[in-house]
């Protein structure tokens, strides 16, 4: 039987581990997403969107031995009887849009969404996070892995934020994990009497995700397991040269992670984590991301390489808030330019409204015939820098009066001159020259 909570203070609140985002805060939101949007096209990326839920296969394929599939996962049947699932993670559904649709290689997208694992929720821990990401699918070409690290590590810095560490390891392709995963299995079967039957469960499950675990009393064991890197092909080993000379040459610091195993099963080759140095240290990756060159043929598309990352959204938001410069600081402008106050009834106040919002300004005003009183009050705490006041002897005029909220000096402007004499002064300093 389904679990459907006992009272309305528990019915009337968002699902465990899931969160509104609100007014002020939500604008450092939208200021992110924004940045990205502009980061990922000044890179040549265009948006896509894909739905919500997916058939449960798709996730299924990427991620069989993963938590996020087989435990986290937001499963349902539909009334046609279809097996769903809300999206965990962002790879997969852009990959399966790309085998549905075949459209022309490289095919560069960003996407922001969200994400629904069933975790313990915690601080940067939630039941539905968001992302933004980007995805390429492709050339294989380690030139592109850079130029995918550096629009992250781009983005994160647009952020204000300093405190991010490159981490960058290398999976190895097919041919080389298969022999190391061996290698690893028998190196930890080794060790498992000691460590117990959960220990010997994963290693059994999957060895390779074994090396990520956090519990203390395996880091000895894991800390001396063999390396991938040291297995690597030749091939392998020249495209992860390439991707570090290519981050050195811009001057990109990164640190080898020779553990650094993602939560996924799909990644081939390079992969990377943006390490937020501002966040608990359980929680401290603000994303990452890497190629996974098997994928879109693993979901019936032809052969072709991909690479891409994610970015959590509410764990950069933490990290830009504990920096001094980082953009979520709340000192930033909210808002309006300007705040119409009406002695008049309302039709001159939409009318003014309409105008100064058709010219691209951004205008408001109080509704419900509140007293004047009222209303300044309403246009102080709008954040706007300038009230229009709308009285009877200036209308008669041909005039407005406004008021720099500031400074409480007011001044009358001919009706006409309005959104002009708005423009020039709320335009950015030095725009008019
Ligand atoms: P992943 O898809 O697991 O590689 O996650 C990419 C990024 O998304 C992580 O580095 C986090 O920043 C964020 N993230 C993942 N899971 C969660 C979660 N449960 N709550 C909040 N953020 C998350």
Known sequence: MPRVPGDRSEVFRAPVGMHDVLPPESRAWRDLVAAFADRAERYGYELVVTPIVEHREVFERVGEATDVVRKEMYDFTDKGDRALSLRPEGTAPVVRAFVQHRPTVPWKVWYVAPNFRYERPQKGRYRQHWQVGVEVL?????????????????????????????LLNSMGDAGSRAPYAAALRDYFLGHAEALGDEFRERVETNPIRVLDAKREDWQDVIERAPQLTEHLSATEQEHFEVVQRGLDALGIAHELAPRLVRGLDYYTSTTFELAGDALDAAQNALGGGGRYDGLAEEMGGPPTAGIGFGLGIERLLIAAAAEPGGTAAPSRRVGLDAFVVDH???????????????????????YGGRSLKAQMKAANRSGAPYAIVLGPEEVARGEVSVRDLETAKQVPVPREQLVGWLQLRLAPPGAAE
Request: cysteine-free; overall charge negative; glycine content about 12%.
């Open 138 to 166: 492709g050339p294989a070409d380690p030139d592109l892995d850079v130029e995918v690290i550096s629009l992250a590590h781009g983005f994160v810095r647009d952020l204000g934020i300093t405190k991010v560490r490159v």
């Open 344 to 366: 008049l009834g309302g039709l001159e106040a939409a009318i003014v409204l309409h105008e100064l919002r058709e010219s691209g300004l951004r205008a408001d005003r109080a």
